[in-house]
T-cell receptor
Framework: DAGVIQSPRHEVTEMGQEVTLRCKPI?????LFWYRQTMMRGLELLIY????????DSGMPEDRFSAKMPNASFSTLKIQPSEPRDSAVYFC?????????????FGSGTRLTVV | AQRVTQPEKLLSVFKGAPVELKCNYS??????LFWYVQYSRQRLQLLLR??SRESIKGFTADLNKGETSFHLKKPFAQEEDSAMYYC????????????????FGQGTILTVHP
């Protein structure tokens, strides 16, 4: 298994543009998580899914952020419109079961820069 | 609500010195606790978990329920230990939206000088 795959690795966009980040979890993992990493706030959970269903989206900053998981092998995180303060590294992670007993497997992240 | 606090944003030690990265948590039940590490330009990866009571790369961490702490320790730091370290907590009980999600602290950047 290639692990959790995220694309793109880097994204530079202008303020106001739509940004879509993509994630392919490990096959068989029932849980998928989106995190945002910044120096100021560390790793923040944005949203997570269980069996493709969003369970907790309380970490989504505002309505400009949306996430979908149309099937077990694909998820997107969309920002529309993007703002400079959205600049961060966005990580996707998947997990086999509910608790972190086996740990999460993280993707390489997408470094987003909004200018 | 669950919360993880890593009071030190930056920690610098010299090679061969002992190192301790602090982690305190807030959770009403019995949590599962983890340490994750992120080396430069690499993905976040699991370092160790409290239920395994293991030592990975010379690091150990003991869960102290009385002090609600899970500090990461290594007796002799190496230069290759330089990385970002995150302490994380998972709520093991069913019910509510806390179940299944990993809450991270803000991270500690460890720098080991030669």
């Amino acid at each position: 298994d290639a692990g959790v795959i995220q694309s793109p690795r880097h994204e530079v966009t202008e303020m106001g543009q739509e940004v879509t980040l993509r994630c392919k979890p490990i096959s068989g993992h029932d849980y998928l998580f989106w995190y945002r990493q910044t120096m100021m706030r560390g790793l923040e959970l944005l949203i997570y899914f269980n069996n493709n269903v969003p369970i907790d989206d309380s970490g989504m900053p505002e309505d400009r952020f949306s996430a979908k998981m149309p099937n077990a092998s694909f998820s997107t995180l969309k920002i529309q419109p993007s703002e400079p303060r959205d600049s961060a590294v966005y990580f996707c992670a998947s997990s086999l079961r509910a608790t972190g007993g086996d740990g999460y497997t993280f993707g390489s992240g997408t470094r987003l820069t909004v200018v | 609500a669950q919360r993880v606090t890593q009071p030190e944003k930056l920690l610098s030690v010299f090679k061969g010195a002992p190192v301790e990265l602090k982690c305190n948590y807030s959770y009403s039940g019995s949590p599962e606790l983890f340490w994750y590490v992120q080396y430069s330009r690499q993905r976040l990866q699991l370092l160790l978990r409290h239920i395994s009571r293991e030592s990975i790369k010379g690091f150990t961490a003991d869960l102290n329920k009385g002090e609600t702490s899970f500090h990461l320790k290594k007796p002799f730091a190496q230069e290759e230990d330089s990385a970002m370290y995150y302490c994380a907590l998972s709520a093991p009980y069913a019910g509510g939206t806390s179940y299944g999600k990993l809450t991270f602290g803000q991270g500690t950047i460890l720098t080991v000088h030669p």
